[in-house]
T-cell receptor, first 115, second 107 residues
């Protein structure tokens, strides 16, 4: 079974631009979560989607948004990019919503650099 | 919110040595996972272990939920074990990560 895939793997953007990252979960998984990893803050939860509905959101500004499609694929969008948004963005999928007892599996990540 | 502390933050070993990594958490959790992050950033699932003991080859893990800690044991370490090991717990639904233990195994 194929793992979680994320595209693109690397991205360079300029301050003020917007960016869209994509995540395809493991087949049969309906929950997708997004995390941001930076050297200073570590791994932080962004949001979780299950059955096209946002179920949980971390403490990030409204510039960070996401959505999930009927095939469980998810996208996250960051508008008006700031230098501090440079990070590794990780997507994770699980069979059910993360409030339950479901193991999460992570994709390879998208490394975003904002200049 | 729940706090997750991992120790030690850094660990340097000679190939063949054994090690124990610790994860303490401040409140009851629904679940706990251990990950190994490789040099390219990918988080590799090691154990899904809300309680009890599991073993997978040279690695094993024990979680004592009532005492709010988990241990990851690495035996006969190899250079390929190098990387960052994360413990993550589930509280209100999302995973909360510790800051990790950076392991360097020298040949």
């Amino acid at each position: 079974k194929a793992g979680v895939t994320q595209t693109p793997r690397y991205l360079i953007k300029t301050r003020g631009q917007q960016v869209t990252l994509s995540c395809s979960p493991i087949s049969g998984h309906r929950s997708v979560s997004w995390y941001q990893q930076t050297p200073g803050q570590g791994l932080q939860f962004l949001f979780e989607y299950f059955s096209e509905t946002q179920r949980n959101k971390g403490n990030f500004p409204g510039r960070f948004s996401g959505r999930q499609f009927s095939n469980s694929r998810s996208e996250m969008n960051v508008s008006t990019l700031e230098l501090g948004d440079s990070a590794l963005y990780l997507c994770a999928s699980s069979v059910g919503p993360t409030g339950g007892y479901f193991e999460q599996y992570f994709g390879p990540g998208t490394r975003l650099t904002v200049t | 919110g729940i706090q997750v502390e991992q120790s030690p933050p850094d660990l340097i070993l000679q190939e063949g040595a054994n090690s124990t990594l610790r994860c303490n958490f401040s409140d009851s959790v629904n679940n706990l996972q251990w990950f190994h992050q490789n040099p390219w950033g990918q988080l590799i699932n090691l154990f899904y272990i809300p309680s009890g003991t599991k073993q997978n080859g040279r690695l094993s893990a024990t979680t004592v939920a009532t005492e709010r800690y988990s241990l990851l044991y690495i035996s006969s370490s190899q250079t390929t074990d190098s990387g960052v090991y994360f413990c993550a717990v589930k509280s209100q639904g999302n995973l909360i990560f510790g800051k990790g233990t950076k392991l360097s195994v020298k040949p």
